[in-house]
């Protein structure tokens, strides 16, 4: 487990993981202090496991998306197709592994396999880990084989499984060379959401009774990708085009579906809004747009300094959208309402003699991000600079660390887990 002295410039010490047998029990672990959110950082952090940031950075090396993780408390749950660790965000120690039961599975022949970050859900006022495995259902005697999904809920406290539910995939994915991406997308009151996609435009989403383990609906050909207002939201193919769609959570019922566009993501952005990132056919020009989730109908064109930009929800009040525009790598950053999409503030402000930072994440009010001048802090509602430094620019923040890139050997971006000072 290497150690970093800084987000900016690495300096590496060696030092094994601790396995996870090796890890003192949950009941043991010393508590942490919570900080909601973080002002500071540790300015060592511990090395996370490799390839988690294949998908998050584009050619220019910027920061285009999260990384299959989720921060719960003091453990981040690192997502992999064929199983999911559990690693202490104090030390960077994978304190477990989860598995599926059914066989996983494997890569070879030029065919990766990817996964999305496990989802924190409650079930029956409980939390839970929901994390779907592809796998493989092995036939006997003259029944073929199939690729399936296994779709696990675990306790998130002791990383342990509480149940499981296996589900045939189409039969699409029972292509020799099929690329499988598999994603827990989250809760709709007692409905979880899973979804399975291959990189040749195929997808399928179920829906699933937490409480039974049954599947309760299944929409082969969408793929939702987040959840705002009751919509499941996400996108869909038709004629070979692509296609942004909401369906009902509850019954996955189609609701709408867009215009076919280039290039195209869909996402919740926070309770009231969707966030459609794509370009025009024929010129390809890039937008950003902000759509009604229950209608799919677009509420706001995001400012054209934002064309090739993207947004992040706060989880409180508050959207920044942040990014560059067509033609352009100068860094722009908006704060919008969560609920009304009113403009708060923007950057840059010629008038105040003040530039965009590059905005990395944004949680509870607090916008993190750097500039020339190394990492900092905005108040998230007003945009303005806050005193304190953070130290890092974190890409993923909970109240006890955030994750963030840094340099290893001096030219290697690995991610590393700092834990919050303040």
Known sequence: MALVGSVL??????????????????AARTSRPVH?????????????????????????????????????????????????????????????????????????????HKAGAPAIVTISGTPALLTPFPVE??????????????????????????WQVTLRLPEWADEPNAELTATAVGANGNTGLVAVSDSNSHAVTYGIDLTTHRQIWVQDGFAATGIAEGTAV???????????????????????????MVSQTVSALGPHFVLLQGGHFGSEKPYVQLLDPATGKTGQQLPIQLSKGTCVYDEKSTLVCHGTGA?????????????????????????????????????????????????????????????ASPRIAPVLVNGSAGLALAKVDGWKTRLFVYPATG
């Open 9 to 26: 410039t690495a300096c590496g010490s060696g030092e094994d993981s601790q396995a996870a047998g090796d890890a003192p029990p949950a």
């Open 36 to 112: 909601d959110p973080p002002a500071t950082f540790a300015t060592t952090g511990a090395e996370m496991p490799d390839g988690l940031i294949v998908d998050i950075l584009d050619l220019d090396n910027r920061l285009v998306g999260p990384p299959p993780v989720t921060l719960y408390k003091s453990t981040a749950f690192v997502g992999a197709f064929d199983h999911v660790q559990a690693i202490d965000t104090t030390n960077g120690h994978v304190r477990a592994t989860i598995e599926p039961a059914g066989k996983a599975l494997v890569e070879g022949d030029g065919t990766e």
């Open 137 to 162: 259902q092995s036939g006997t005697g003259t029944q073929a084989s199939h690729k399936a999904v296994e779709i696990t809920a675990s306790d998130p406290d002791a990383a342990k499984v509480r």
């Open 234 to 260: 996400g996108w869909t193919t038709e004629n070979h085009e692509t296609l942004a769609a909401g369906h009902d959570a509850a019954t996955g019922a189609p609701r709408w579906q867009g215009q076919s």
């Open 327 to 387: 033609g352009t790598d100068d860094d722009a950053a908006f704060g919008l309402d969560a609920t009304t999409g009113r403009t708060l503030w923007q950057l840059p402000d010629k008038q105040a003699d003040r530039i965009a930072p590059e905005i990395t994440t944004v949680w509870h009010g607090r916008a993190y991000g750097k500039t020339e001048n190394g990492p900092v802090a905005l108040d998230a509602r007003t945009g303005q600079d806050l005193p």
